[in-house]
């Protein structure tokens, strides 16, 4: 959904910690600029939280330091709000398309679904940070919570939400998968268990519907 001066597109890539999203990130992101490249379009790639000076200063709070509910959800989207201002809305509004590791959707999921903050409230605070922006496209990469915990324990350095139990995962995605739902336009679910070769097929699939749509409306 582009807001009245976005040229360029917005994708976001979202899943619970071992859903292997981020294994296909730059994948996506060297397929499409050597499309776009010669149509003098760049391809960047961020993450939340992060994407600014500030964000990723604030990250390293967010995912390592034990905090009230409300204050982790007001920090993201205090992050959020400077990663539109600084970098997603220039970068659409010249024409330049965004890759996202995680964006709005990532809240709702582990502070309403993991965390049970009442959605109501992330409601409110999505109204006031982003009310006409939204991902053209959201890839959920979705896997059984077993397979997600299998990857996370082969990794250390675990942060605080990679260390949650089982239950705070299931509910996370859980929520991922209602958003999925209520959002079927822009959301497009990923079976993560797939080999990647298989993923990479059906994520080039969706890259060309994406590139044509774009053509047919330029």
Known sequence: ???????????????????GKSTHIAYVAEYLQEKLQK???????????????????????????????????LLM??????????????????????????????????????????LDKLNALEQWVHPDLQPDLTLLFDVPLEVARA??????????????????FAATRQEYLRRAAEFPQRFRIIDSTQSIADIRLQLDKLMDELLDSAQSAA
Not at 1 to 14: A, P, V
Not at 59 to 73: F, G, I, P, S, V
Not at 151 to 168: I, N, S, V
Request: with cysteine.
């Open 77 to 118: 989207f205090a992050v959020r709000r400077e990663h539109l201002a600084q970098l997603i809305q220039p970068a659409l509004e010249r024409g330049d398309w965004v890759i996202s590791d995680r964006f709005t959707d990532a809240t709702f999921a582990y502070q309403g679904g993991g965390r049970k903050l009442p």
């Open 1 to 19: 959904m582009q807001s009245k001066n976005q040229t360029g597109k917005f994708l976001t890539f979202e899943g619970i910690d071992g859903a």
């Open 39 to 73: 149509r003098g379009i760049k391809v960047i790639c961020s993450r939340e939280p992060g994407g600014t000076p500030l964000g990723e200063t604030l990250r390293a709070l967010l995912l390592q330091h034990k905090m009230h509910l409300e204050t982790e959800a």
């Open 151 to 168: 990857r996370l324990d082969a990794t250390r350095d675990l942060d605080k939400f990679e260390q949650e139990k089982a239950d705070f």
